[in-house]
């Protein structure tokens, strides 16, 4: 799969609708700062392509904006083996899905709701989760191909079916079919029997056997008990006879007790009638007495509080009268006030127009410097414009050499040099001693120079195939050698050295150091196009081109023009020197302050003469209501003293009197008849109905006696008839033959087991005999990123990671290595994965940050080798570092729409 586009609407940090795309084929950066929203355009992605799209749950509710309940809706197009799809996915309120398959040109709609949720699975390979939004287990080959940001270094299992279709891709192990399928059959005679776990599998014939056991087990077990049971039963029978003689003494004897009782109860019940008669009396007494006391203390508390409130009343009425005449003082004080407060808010408003037209003049002077500093900003833009154009052209004109392009010429002239070396091996040698020192010319292989040769010094002259040498004062010496292997090396030299040049012809240079300085200097002049780029950029830091800076000129010169018209300033105005008119603003400022500070004041002794009026009218309103409260009190309090010595004609004291006399009476009638009463009367009742409960549960439990002595006699009558000894004997015998089946249902399926492990075993020893191409390839990989050369990856059966390092035995575990070398070789992992899908269709790489913990030299060797894998995989990187990844790839961005349309 590839993607072609991503568009959300109301989802994450947007509620406008936004795009990115349309991404190339090759590779692609995503760079925007942290919290833009990148990472969550990939999950919304994700959740387009993997999740059902009535599915809910917190996972899909942190789609929507905070603090909202809008709806996410998300577009993605996609490229398949199958050709290019749209889906659209509503979620939560608004759940819908549609697919669209483009068809010369246009969207045709061909399944929506949960058809076009299992169709998209079905395009990309995708899992449907049971219940619940999807993990990246459901993601098939997209697990394996999205780095997510913080999930750089690690990896997940092959376990899947996904992961299972890519390892046996990467190190493909033939097995003899006949053996593959003995293995299945195995696997499944097990599997009838065991789980993969090695425990007995749900509803298989062993578990059947094992529960055949356990329920004859359990069924012996019964008939025992129910041997056992008939023994207690024997022994509890006897007892109960013993216990029922003691039972019935004891209910003769509740049943006396209780007849006593209630004869004593009935003499009892006619005491307490007279009882109850002589309570009234003296409780009528008590009360009557209480009543007299209460009304004498409450004649003698409302005489006292007459007095009082007429002492509060005098009061109430002063103070009533002395507020009156000092809120009308202070009414005549505000009056005064308010006065001098119109004469000073007109002196005030004159100064304040003053003060604002000489800031209008101070504000036109900084106009025109304003004016003046963003017309020269304008020539320095322009300028550097110039610059950068020149630059541009300097570099068109230099040949378009890439630092890969040279590395491989190095590489080509490397083996230019090895082919040399390797055929001056096998070629002619000749040995030449001169008496004298000599200068000799030699022409060795068409390729002619002069030598000086050292008295009595032997030299070695070597060649192809070809050797001619001019001796002096001898001749000419021409050697030609006929070896096969030489004229071999001579045809691949020439082969080499013609593609050599036709290399350099291509990119439009004479010699490899030629194109080493084209290189350079393209990457100088890049550096300084950057460099100039930057400096017009901060200069135009505050505006988005340098049509808007000429445009703010245009403004500012326009703006200064309109309020020069508008101010038609005087020529005294205009004569003031911009000191002067500083001075003449910070003068008419400070008086306008004084007047204002003055003004203030007297605003304040206004609210504050107004604030002393309202709180003496309170106070005077709250005096004249204590008053007239005070008033109707003393009016209350001597209709309460009238009332109450009505109800007492002959005077209160001589009917306190009488009302003791009558109480005492009746106390004594009381203890009299409280003397008669027998010791302990008020527990009689309660022992009454403990004697009856007591007789009745004695009857009771004599009654329920009987019926277990009849119950355990019935029970043992039908024991003597079920059998129960030779039940017990045939169920021995039964156990017996189940635990022998049950065994033997066991065996089988271990042995199964062993027989399909030992298979697994070999089929895991022979992957290990085709990892050496991957170790090789991912070496190389991790070797190419990191510059280090002399240490290799090493896998185990299951393509895990094991170890770094020279040797299988002393590597270092993928663990101990640093966060940014696993990063790099996960990438490397990656990639081979990547490579190896792209055979059977497009494929994406998703790299979130996953570069976070590697170092700048690093860096480069990793850019290196993403763009090469780009011309083979559609590779998106996404990060918020974009100055690392500036001049790669195409660069996207999050656009709104219509701005995404615009482009």
């Not at 002196?347 to 500093?373: C, F, H, P, S």
Request: charged fraction near 30%.
């Amino acid at each position: 799969m590839k993607l072609e586009s991503i568009e959300l609407r109301n989802t994450g940090p947007f509620t406008d609708a936004v795009r990115v795309g349309p991404f190339t084929d090759d590779l692609n950066v995503l760079a925007a700062r942290n919290e833009a929203g990148k990472s969550t355009l990939l999950m919304g992605a994700a959740r387009a392509l993997f999740d059902r799209h009535n599915v809910t749950g917190e996972a899909i509710k942190r789609l929507q904006p905070a603090g909202t309940s809008l709806a996410p809706d998300i577009t993605v197009v996609f490229l398949t083996p199958e050709g290019r799809f749209k889906i659209r996915k509503c979620f939560l309120n608004s759940a819908t899905s549609e697919l669209s398959e483009d068809r010369n040109g246009q969207w045709h709609p061909i399944a929506d709701g949960d058809a076009a949720d299992n169709r998209v699975l079905e395009l990309i390979g995708g899992v449907r989760p049971g219940r619940g939004v999807s993990k990246a287990e459901h993601w098939g080959l997209l697990r394996y191909l999205w780095a997510r940001q913080g999930e750089a270094s690690d990896w997940p299992t092959w376990d899947d079916e996904a992961g299972a279709g890519i390892r046996s891709g990467l190190a493909r192990v033939e097995i003899d079919p006949l053996v593959e399928r003995l293995r299945s059959q195995l696997w499944q005679a097990q599997m009838e029997q065991l789980t993969s776990t090695g425990r007995v599998a749900k509803n298989s014939p062993l578990q059947d056997a094992q529960q055949a056991v356990d329920n004859l087990q359990s069924e012996l077990e019964s008939v025992r008990a129910d041997m056992d049971q008939i023994d207690r039963n024997v022994q509890e029978l006897q007892q109960l006879y013993e216990e029922l003689v003691t039972s019935d003494r004891e209910k003769n004897q509740a049943q006396e007790q209780a007849e006593t009782l209630t004869e004593t109860l009935k003499q009892l019940e006619l005491l307490q009638k007279d009882l109850e008669r002589f309570q009234s009396a003296f409780e009528a007494a008590q009360q009557r007495m209480n009543e007299i006391h209460k009304d004498s203390e409450a004649l003698s508390k409302a005489e006292t509080s007459l007095a009082d409130a007429a002492k509060e009343l005098e009061l109430r009425r002063g103070e009533e009268s002395r507020t009156h005449q000092d809120e009308t003082a202070v009414r005549e004080a505000l009056s005064t006030l308010r006065d001098q407060a119109k004469t000073l808010q007109k002196k005030l408003k004159a100064g304040r127009n003053t003060e604002a037209r000489l800031r209008e003049i101070q504000e036109l002077y900084d106009l025109d410097e304003n004016l003046a500093v963003l017309r020269k900003l304008l020539n320095a833009v322009r300028k550097q414009g110039e610059s950068i154009d020149k630059l541009r052209r300097k570099r068109a004109a230099v040949p378009n050499v890439s630092k890969a392009q040279v590395a491989e010429l190095e590489t080509s002239e490397q083996a230019l040099r090895e082919l040399s070396v390797r055929a001056e091996a096998v070629g002619l040698r000749v040995s030449i001693t001169p008496e004298r020192d000599v200068t000799i010319s030699a022409d060795r292989d068409g390729d002619e120079n002069t030598r000086v040769l050292a008295t009595g010094k032997a030299t070695t002259v070597t060649a192809t195939r070809n050797l001619r040498l001019q001796l002096p004062d001898w001749g000419e010496l021409d050697i030609t050698s006929g070896a096969e292997e030489a004229a071999e090396f001579e045809r691949q030299i020439a082969s080499s050295r013609k593609a050599a040049d036709e290399e350099l012809k291509k990119l439009g240079v004479a010699s490899l150091d030629q194109a080493r300085a084209c290189a350079e200097q393209i990457k100088d002049l890049e550096r300084d196009i950057d460099s100039a780029e930057s400096r017009q950029a901060e200069l135009l830091e505050d505006w988005d081109s340098l049509e808007a800076l000429v445009t703010a000129v245009d403004a500012a010169q326009a703006d200064a023009e309109k309020r020069r018209v508008r101010l038609n300033a005087n020529e005294e105005e205009t004569a003031l020197s911009r000191a002067e008119l500083k001075s003449e603003v910070a003068k008419t400022h400070a008086d306008v302050r004084a007047d204002e500070t003055a003004w203030g004041s007297l605003q304040e002794s206004i609210e504050a003469q107004g604030s002393h009026i309202e709180a003496l009218a309170v106070t005077r309103e709250e005096a004249s209501r204590k008053a007239n409260d005070t008033a109707n009190r003393i009016a209350s309090l001597e209709s309460q003293l009238k009332t109450t010595e009505e109800r007492y004609p002959d005077g209160i004291q001589q009917a306190e009197e009488r009302a003791q006399m009558a109480f005492v009476e009746s106390k004594a009638e009381l203890n009299v008849a409280q003397q008669k009463l027998p010791e302990d009367w008020e527990k009689l009742e309660f022992r009454q109905d403990r004697a009856l409960k007591s007789a009745a549960q004695a009857n009771q439990e004599h009654l329920e006696l009987g019926q277990r002595i009849q119950r355990l006699e019935g029970l043992l009558e039908h024991a003597g008839s079920q059998g129960l000894y030779s039940r017990e004997s045939a169920l021995v015998e039964a156990i017996a033959s189940a635990k022998e089946n049950a065994e033997r249902l066991l065996n089988q399926a271990l042995a199964a087991r062993f027989l399909a492990g030992l298979i697994d075993y070999r089929k895991k020893a022979a992957v290990r005999t085709v990892l050496t191409p991957l170790e090789d390839q991912l070496s190389a990989t991790f070797a190419e990123i990191t510059g280090v050369r002399d240490r290799r990856v090493f896998l185990d059966e299951n393509l895990q990671v094991t170890g770094v390092g020279r040797k299988r035995d002393e590597s270092y575990a993928f663990t101990q290595l640093s966060q940014g070398a696993r990063e790099q070789l996960l990438l490397a992992l990656r990639a081979a994965v990547a490579l190896e899908l792209a055979k059977n269709g497009p494929q994406i790489l998703i790299l979130d940050d996953v570069l976070v913990n590697t170092d700048s030299t690093r860096q480069e060797n990793v850019l290196d080798f993403v763009q090469g894998l780009a011309q083979q995989v559609q590779v998106l990187i996404v990060t918020c570092h974009a100055e690392r990844y500036r001049g790669l790839g195409a660069r996207q961005e999050i656009k709104g729409i219509e701005e995404s349309l615009n482009h």
